[in-house]
């Protein structure tokens, strides 16, 4: 451990500005002091990358497939070093440690498979006809190609999966696109060790370290002069609403803008319909406060807000979730910081008069250890018009049931929700028929819908899709996981009366990769005669 950027593999320490990882278990600093990245060492950083993008975005599929291959052995191969590093680092219990670097293995290989089936690239070639008339038919070939240097913000409630080898990394180098890691300052540590996973991978298959830098710094001016770089191409971010926010406005302010992916987070309502409430209240409630406090609360999906008909069935909703929340043992969260705003948001909630308290942990909470109590709190239809301060996200184990009187108060609260990454739906098939009007706000309203399930936990493939309408995202049309992540650091670029040799190998003739591309208004992988 070195506590120095990493810049193309190039180890720098220029200023004395240190910081250090913390134990949010009891507050003590962890060994390794963390040089704060200086301007110059942003610069060279971006610099090193841009200077190494047109050799990378040359080289071949099966190239980058192999290093997306290498990644995940490395990181497998790293034993307990990195999860044992960032369990110190933000009080995740081993397992869940374990698990993300499991997922951070599969997202790479999944992010391979992909590259080796070669439709992303989105090839498409409509074939000259000079004999038309009375104007000629020119060649037209288009295909997706790298953007450019890309800089990747880590999030802070996943140091594995979601941050240096997260899923930006690997999508952005899948593309062909270089990375600039921006680590994230609760975790530094566990940020250089994975560093170190991708430098090895890199190494392994031949490329030039060039393609990667890691800067580490606990200020804002970092991540700012990071963005604001007039070599950067791209960015993608998963945070807070006002850190993503602040980033894409100046990514946007630029003499140049660039494309800034911040995933911010949402409330991740879920609607309880008649039927499901008659049939399954109680098993409804048990899943529910599994899913509000799973990771201490702590993720972009977590079920902030539940909304029902005032019922029988929602009062033993209520009653078994408040019942499970009683029972549920306060836990550390990832850092003060975190532990502080839930405590102040927490605070804000008691003092409402629109928000009655159903249920809160009956252990206390350590505060010294930065623990979180699960709160569940209850309001009317009226009191939520009245005061819609809790359509805003806490992060942690809390949540609010709204009680609606009426159909009508449904779709008016539907309506009245922000964008969000995820909509969970409980119902009947006789319920959907009869709230179609319902399901369709909510479809405008999300990047995810869910029936008969739970927003915690994402499935990493080719179908899902975790992004929604701002606030959740800055760009509903993207995702921050899964394959379709790649399209973020793509563009199209379109080929004209091109000589065949000189056409990129997804576009030329002869399809050499056997990719599936339309063709004259057709999908096929055959050859062009």
């Keep these: 451990m070195t506590g120095t950027q990493y810049l193309g593999g190039a180890q720098s320490a220029e200023l004395n500005d240190t910081f250090h990882g913390i134990d949010p278990r009891n507050g003590s600093e962890i060994s390794t002091a963390f040089h704060e990245a200086s301007p110059s060492e942003i610069d060279r950083a971006v610099s090193i990358a841009a200077g190494a993008f047109d050799s990378f975005r040359a080289t071949s599929i099966e190239t980058r497939a192999k290093l997306l291959d290498a990644i995940a052995e490395e990181i497998l191969a790293q034993g307990t070093a990195l999860t044992e590093r960032a369990s110190a680092e933000t009080g995740h219990p081993m397992p869940r440690c374990e698990m993300e ?9 999944v992010f391979a498979k992909l590259l080796r089936e ?6 498409r070639i409509d074939v000259a006809d000079p004999g038309r008339t009375p104007i000629p038919k020119p060649d037209v070939r288009s295909v997706m190609r790298p953007i450019g240097p890309i800089a990747v913000y880590g999030a ?10 997260g899923s930006d990394t690997v999508s952005a180098f899948a593309s062909g696109c270089p990375v600039v890691i921006k680590g994230h300052p609760a975790h530094p540590g566990t940020c250089e060790i994975a560093a170190g996973i991708a430098y090895a991978a890199i190494q392994k298959v031949g490329l030039s370290p060039e393609i990667f830098s890691l800067v580490q710094g606990r200020s804002h001016r970092v991540g700012l002069e990071l963005v604001q770089h007039p070599l950067l191409a791209g960015a993608a971010f998963t945070g807070s609403l006002g850190g993503g926010r602040a980033l894409f406005d100046a990514a946007n302010n630029r003499e140049v803008p660039i494309p800034f992916y911040a995933e911010m987070g949402s409330i991740n309502p879920i609607f309880l319909l ?12 048990n899943g529910f406060v599994t899913s509000l406090t799973m990771g201490v609360g702590q993720f972009c999906t977590n079920p902030g807000m539940v909304v029902g008909l005032e019922s029988e069935g929602l009062a033993k909703f209520n009653q078994t979730a408040s019942a499970a929340v009683e029972s549920w043992a306060p836990a550390t969260m990832l850092h003060a ?6 405590e102040s948001g927490i605070s804000e909630r008691e003092k409402s008069d629109s928000l009655e308290l159903l249920a809160k942990s009956s252990s206390p909470a350590d505060p010294a250890k930065s623990e979180a109590a699960a709160y569940l709190f209850t309001t009317s239809h009226k009191g939520l018009m009245e005061d819609d301060s809790t359509l805003a996200e806490l992060f942690g184990p809390v949540s609010t049931v709204v009680k609606c009187d009426a159909r009508a108060q449904l779709l008016e609260l539907a309506e009245r929700l922000e964008g969000s990454l995820s909509i969970s739906v409980h119902g009947t098939e006789a319920d959907l028929a009869e709230y179609g009007d319902l399901i369709a706000v909510l479809e405008r309203k999300a990047g995810r819908l869910i029936f008969n399930g739970y927003p915690v936990g994402i499935e990493v493939n080719d179908s899902i899709h975790h992004g929604g309408p701002y606030p959740a995202t800055a760009h509903a049309h993207f995702t921050s996981i899964g394959t379709r992540s790649i399209s973020r650091f793509v563009r199209p670029v379109c080929y004209q009366d091109w000589p065949d040799a000189a056409l990129p190998e997804a576009l030329q003739n002869a399809n050499p990769q056997g990719i599936l591309r339309i063709v004259n208004g057709e999908r096929t992988r055959d050859a062009v005669s």
């Design 274 to 285: 008649p039927g499901a409430l008659k049939e399954r209240a109680e098993s409804i409630a």
């Design 118 to 123: 070669g439709s992303w690239c989105d090839a």
């Design 101 to 109: 670097r499991d997922r951070a293995a599969n997202q790479s290989r």
């Design 337 to 342: 910081g975190i532990h502080e705003a839930y």
């Design 156 to 165: 802070s409630n996943f140091p594995i999966a979601i941050s240096v080898l």
